[in-house]
């Protein structure tokens, strides 16, 4: 089956360590997206990619990096410059057509940093 | 820019009740509307949606129409069950085609035997 995966489900880090999350679809999926999700705040878009080597910012990119080398992965690093990195990280896809195909999720991944 | 309010939760509701959610939407043009699912611990599905004024998105005895006089786009289902509780999250594509949605923040939705 068709899908994407997030690994790990739970990460635990050190304040001041980088830390990357994987993000991989086979669902040939065009675009490729990061979520932050808090309590009460629903998502905020970190980055997004619409094609391989190429990704912009979303709302809250600061002390965040990513990179698109190959169309099926997508992995965001969570840097120290982040300065409130525990959350609820959401990966998603989607192909060209937004609009009769919109965007398809992950299991997440729960990182929290002490 | 761009926006859409939920009605705040949590909901709770006995089994069989009536739901409905309400959810608004700022937007110039015309968007694309989707009510999306997140149950315990997992990612977020897509329940429904409607692409032009009008629409009536259903899946699973849910349904939504999108009501551009309103700018609204509020959740129903006429019986709920425990399966149902999740938090629910509206959200829009500005325009067809469009690689970005807005989110509402989220009702959570707890239904009871």
């Known amino acids: 089956d068709g899908g994407i995966t997030q690994s790990p489900k739970y990460l635990f880090r050190k304040e001041g360590q980088n830390v990357t999350l994987s993000c991989e679809q086979n669902?040939?999926?065009?675009?490729m997206y990061w979520y932050r999700q808090d309590p009460g705040q629903g998502l905020r878009l970190i980055y997004y990619s619409q094609i391989v080597n190429d990704f912009q910012k979303g709302d809250i990119a600061e002390g965040y990096s990513v990179s698109r080398e190959k169309k099926e992965s997508f992995p965001l690093t969570v840097t120290s410059a982040q300065k409130n990195p525990t959350a609820f990280y959401l990966c998603a896809s989607s192909p060209r057509d937004m609009a009769n195909s919109p965007l398809h999720f992950g299991n997440g991944t729960r990182l929290t940093v002490t | 820019g761009d926006s859409v309010t939920q009605m705040e939760g949590p909901v709770t509701l006995s089994e069989e009740a009536f739901l409905t959610i309400n959810c608004t939407y700022t937007a110039t043009g015309y968007p694309s509307l989707f009510w999306y699912v997140q149950y315990p611990g997992e990612g977020l599905q897509l329940l429904l949606k409607a692409t032009k004024a009008d629409d009536k998105g259903s899946n699973k005895g849910f349904e939504a129409t999108y009501r551009k006089e309103t700018t609204s786009f509020h959740l129903e289902k006429g019986s709920v069950q425990v399966s149902d509780s999740a938090v629910y999250f509206c959200a829009l594509s500005p325009w067809a085609g469009s690689y970005q949605l807005t989110f509402g923040k989220g009702t959570k939705l707890s239904v009871i035997p």
């Open positions: 669902l040939n999926h065009d675009a």
